[in-house]
């Protein structure tokens, strides 16, 4: 397995409350994504980083923010968790080795919000 | 607006039996195409990339199409076995944005009969 961890890997919150959600790897990829899965929608991009203190939007960004500060570590930041972020999130990285972009995912974090 | 989807949510065959897949999709022009794995609580793991010129790629027991035509992406197991037993989840990448982005689709988890 890639070298990708999340942490924490299952957390309830109340509504209202921050949340941050931590990916680190060990690959020293370029790349690093946080989606979200959620039944009938499949995987959707939230945010990514295409580098060190670089950072996009994905397609279901609002209500969320992301830092790199480090090339190994990538979060997520919830500033006030809503019931409609309950999810499970996934992070993933990518080095662009020959062109493709294989996506090396971490095991998730389930997050509740009540 | 674009559009990934996966035949039936749920596919259910016979051990030994070649397993079909189907992912269409509208208004992209992808450069690459990819195929996941998922199992239960677990992030998705690459299988295999089809780029846009390919017509078929294969790897052991798997088999891949790509018809940018047709705008499809066919995924074959063939001897299929219980431990196949999975979601499966097509991927496209259209070379758009800072970052190598993949857009999936919702999968279908495919249960191998004994």
């Known amino acids: 397995d890639a070298g990708i961890t999340q942490s924490p890997r299952h957390k309830v919150t109340e509504t209202g409350t921050p949340v941050t959600l931590r990916c680190h790897q060990t690959e020293n990829h370029r790349y690093m994504y946080w989606y979200r899965q959620d039944p009938g929608h499949g995987l959707r991009l939230i945010h990514y980083?295409?580098?060190?203190?670089?950072?996009d939007k994905g397609e279901v960004s609002d209500g969320y923010s992301v830092s790199r500060s480090k090339t190994e570590d990538f979060l997520l930041t919830l500033e006030s968790a809503t019931s409609s972020q309950t999810s499970v999130y996934f992070c993933?990285?990518?080095?662009?080795?020959?062109?493709?972009?294989?996506?090396?995912f971490g095991p998730g974090t389930r997050l509740t919000v009540l | 607006s674009q559009k990934i989807e996966q035949n039936s949510e749920a596919l259910n065959i016979q051990e030994g039996k070649t397993a079909t897949l189907t992912c269409n999709y509208t208004?992209?022009?992808?450069?690459?195409l990819q195929w996941y794995r998922q199992d239960p609580g677990r992030g998705p793991v690459f299988l295999l990339l089809i780029r846009e010129n390919e017509k078929e790629k294969r790897k052991e027991r798997l088999k891949v199409t790509f018809d940018t035509t047709l705008k499809q992406s066919l995924f074959h197991i063939t001897a299929s076995q219980p431990a196949d037993s999975a979601t499966y989840l097509c991927?496209?990448?259209?070379?758009?944005?800072?970052?190598?982005?993949?857009?999936f689709g919702s999968g279908t988890q495919l249960t191998v009969l004994p």
């Open positions: 993933a990285i990518s080095g662009l080795a020959g062109g493709s972009d294989t996506q090396y």
């Open positions: 208004n992209y022009s992808p450069a690459y």
């Open positions: 980083s295409y580098g060190v203190k670089d950072t």
């Open positions: 991927a496209l990448d259209d070379l758009s944005g800072s970052a190598r982005q993949l857009t």
